[in-house]
């Protein structure tokens, strides 16, 4: 179904349709396709074919986070510590985005501009109490990553 979205959205075998596009990334989304979730979540967010919903967006990009989607997990930290400067709470949830993304993605995955915004949201947390509930949500979201991940297959030939 994903595919078939992005057959539409693109014009690849047939003609451009965003409407359509967005139907099927709704179907593959709702049944979980990490992708779809975040295209979905992205298109909420900036008004891609749909009415600008925050709800919405952080929704269906937090539902593709936790599959383990990297960038879906830098989106919601860049939401959260984006326009919303000074808000206590969404620093708090920028940092455990920012860092579940640090910590999940490899190093060819990062870019100059994930590290500058990681150090931008380390600096934004002031006191040793606003860092212990960040990193307390981290470890909130840590936990839900692995439940909703897929365990790695263990290499036997390192034993």
Excluded: C
């Excluded at 501009?113 to 990681?118: A, G, I, K, P």
């Excluded at 109490?129 to 991940?149: C, F, G, H, P, V």
């Amino acid at each position: 179904m994903h595919k078939l979205g992005w057959a539409y959205e693109h014009g690849v075998g047939t003609n451009r349709n965003n409407a359509e596009a967005l139907r099927w990334y709704r179907k593959a989304a709702e049944g979980g396709d990490a992708a779809s979730q975040e295209g979905l979540g992205q298109a909420y967010l900036h008004g891609d074919g749909l009415a600008i919903d925050q709800r919405q967006a952080v929704q269906w990009l937090e539902k593709a986070a936790l599959q383990g989607r990297g960038s879906a997990q830098f989106a919601l930290a860049e939401f959260y510590g984006g326009e919303l400067r000074f808000v206590t709470t969404k620093y708090i949830e920028a940092y455990a985005w920012a860092h579940l993304f640090a910590k999940n993605q490899p190093k060819e995955a990062k870019l100059a501009r994930h590290e500058s915004f990681l150090k931008s949201i380390d600096n934004q947390l002031v006191d040793k109490l606003m860092l212990a509930d960040a990193q307390k949500r981290l470890a909130e979201l840590e936990k839900s990553l692995a439940a909703n991940t897929p365990p790695k297959k263990h290499d036997e030939s390192r034993k």
